[in-house]
Every structure is written in structure tokens, then in C-alpha cells.
């Protein structure tokens, strides 16, 4: 067999192996294509499950938490009432309160995030972990708080009592968690935090059920002092609500100053009635005296002229 012939014959060989491998080569490469379209589907049909999914679980957890405030709410107008019903101290209710509603807020955000699909457990560790860092970063507020809980159990005051602490005066309006609201006499409202409150001192006007008032009035020089003292006790005592007890009222002469005879006058009273009496005594005593030969001074100098011979 010539050269030329026996390449022929190796050629017609190998043409049905070309064929055989272009064949598999073109089926490979259809399955390939089925291959990435199915991970296409299947990825688009995951997304798309995994959003249903979310905002089904999103419509829930808005539900839960719009249905948590509500119930949260009405159960605190509730506690609020049956305390309140109950007589429970001001002071106790408005701090229960208070706790009552953060601790319920707090378990609505738990519950919330679980529904979210967020792992609780690694959500409350890092939550006490982060309240590590905030309590150390807070040490004040931890302290108010304890404050809080300090005035509750000691009572050095209650809500209604008029009291007189970090430099303001005003009747106690309501003991919170952290803090002490109080409204002054001209209808102020002063937030001071409870720490300071717990461990500084307190003037509570609202803790003795009598209290002395002190009134100084000035006469002028010249004055019969027992008959200032007999007329000044007889209108003290006229007026509604002087008490006797636990000492009548006295007047004593405090102090001989320039240009008046200084008279130091004492009675007792009901506490809640101090400024309605102090008023009313002194608008007495400025109309009465005057009228039983008793005068207000005005200030006066002496000027004595020596005349110098030549």
C-alpha cells in the first residue's frame, strides 16, 4: 500500500472519533447552559421567597409592636387606676409606674426583634454587653435610680409635700424612676435627679403638721413697750387659725436698731395654712397699730450743729 493510501485509510479512521468528541463538546455545553439557567431561577425564586418572607414577617412584627403599645398603654391607665383606687402612696405609684411601663417596652422590643427573625439570644448578649459599657458610661443615671429607690423605702419626702432642696423650694409634683419633679410657687416645673436628692439634705415644711411663724416689726423709739406687746397678742391671737399649742404666742424686743425698736413676734400654726396666716397678720398689723397709738418709724438722723466762737 502506497504512503498516500494509508493516509487516507488513518484519516477515514479518525473522522467518526472528531465527530464523537464535537458531539459531546456541543452536549456538554447544552447542559451547562440548563445548569446556569436553573441556578438563575433558583436564585431569583430564593430572593424572591426570602422577601415574601421578610415582609410577611415585617407586617407581623409591625402588628405585634402597634398591639404591644396598646395593650402596654391600657395596662398602665389600669395599674395606674387600681393603685390609685387602692389609696397606694403618690410616691410608690408614679415610681411603679414608670418602672412598670420600661420594663414592658423593653420585652415588646425583644419580642419584635424574634419576630424580625434575629437571634434573640446574640441580640441579648450583645444588649447586656453594650449595658456593661452604657452602665459604666451612665454611672449617674445607675445612681439616680438607686436614688429612687432610696426615697421610696426612707420617705424622706412624698408627692405633695413642700420641700426645699438643691437650692429650690417647691411642692413635690412626682417621684419618677430617676428623677423628682417639684412645681414652685409660681407654677415652675424643677426636675432634679434623684442621687443628689438621696444623699443631701432636705428641708421638708410639709413633714410637721404645726410650724412657727416669725414676724419682725419695727416701732418707733419712745414706744411703751408693754403696750405694744398687749396690743400685738391680742390681734395675733384674733386672727383664725393661731394655735396655742405647743407655746402661745410671744413678742420680745430682738434688737435696738438706728431708727426703730426692732419687736421679734412668734406663733405656731397648721403648716398647710403658714402663708395664709403670715399674709393676714401682717396686713393686720399694718392697719392696727397705727390706729392703737403705735408708729412705724421712718428712717432719721440726728444732726447736732456746735457753733465755733472766734
Known amino acids: 500500500m502506497s504512503p498516500l493510501s494509508m493516509i487516507l485509510a488513518q484519516a477515514a479512521q479518525a473522522a467518526p472519533k472528531a465527530d464523537v468528541a464535537n458531539s459531546v463538546a456541543e452536549e456538554a455545553s ?37 398591639a404591644g403599645k396598646f395593650i402596654i398603654k391600657k395596662l398602665y391607665r389600669w395599674l395606674k387606676h387600681v393603685m390609685t383606687h387602692k389609696g397606694t402612696d403618690a410616691s410608690l405609684t408614679s415610681f411603679v409606674l414608670s418602672l412598670v411601663r420600661i420594663t ?25 454587653s453594650a449595658g456593661v459599657a452604657i452602665g459604666l458610661a451612665l454611672s449617674g443615671t445607675l445612681q439616680n435610680f438607686a436614688g ?3 426615697i421610696l423605702l426612707l420617705k424622706p419626702y412624698k408627692v405633695g409635700d413642700f420641700i426645699e432642696a438643691q437650692g429650690f423650694a417647691g411642692t413635690v409634683k412626682e417621684i419618677q424612676i430617676f428623677n423628682t419633679i417639684i412645681n414652685t410657687p409660681d407654677n415652675k416645673a424643677i426636675i432634679i435627679p434623684n442621687g443628689p436628692l438621696s444623699t443631701s439634705s ?36 384674733s386672727v383664725e387659725g393661731v394655735e396655742q399649742q405647743p407655746t402661745p404666742a410671744v413678742v420680745y ?28 397678720v ?4 399694718y392697719k392696727q397699730l397705727p390706729e392703737r397709738g403705735i408708729e412705724f418709724p421712718f428712717p432719721q438722723m440726728d444732726v447736732h450743729l456746735s457753733k465755733i466762737s472766734d
Do not use: P, Q
Not at 30 to 39: P, Q, T, V, W
Not at 109 to 117: A, D
Not at 212 to 227: K, L, N, P, S
Open 148 to 150: 429612687g429607690v432610696l
Open 282 to 285: 401682717n396686713e393686720l398689723l
Open 104 to 128: 414592658l417596652f423593653f420585652i415588646l422590643i425583644i419580642t419584635v426583634v424574634g419576630i424580625l427573625g434575629l437571634e434573640t439570644s446574640s441580640f441579648m448578649a450583645l444588649f447586656a
Open 253 to 280: 424686743i430682738s434688737e435696738l436698731a438706728d431708727s426703730s425698736v426692732n419687736l421679734s413676734i412668734r406663733a405656731w400654726c397648721d403648716t398647710a395654712r403658714y402663708w395664709e396666716i403670715f399674709f393676714a
Open 202 to 237: 432636705i428641708n421638708n415644711y410639709s413633714l410637721e403638721g404645726r410650724r412657727r411663724i416669725d414676724w419682725t416689726v419695727g416701732v418707733a423709739y419712745g414706744t411703751d413697750f408693754a403696750h405694744a406687746r398687749k396690743v400685738i397678742l391680742e390681734l395675733i391671737n
Open 30 to 66: 447544552k447542559d451547562l447552559g440548563i445548569l446556569k439557567s436553573l441556578a438563575t431561577s433558583d436564585a431569583l425564586h430564593k430572593i424572591a421567597s426570602e422577601l415574601i418572607s421578610f415582609g410577611f414577617r415585617l407586617a407581623v412584627a409591625a402588628l405585634v409592636f402597634f
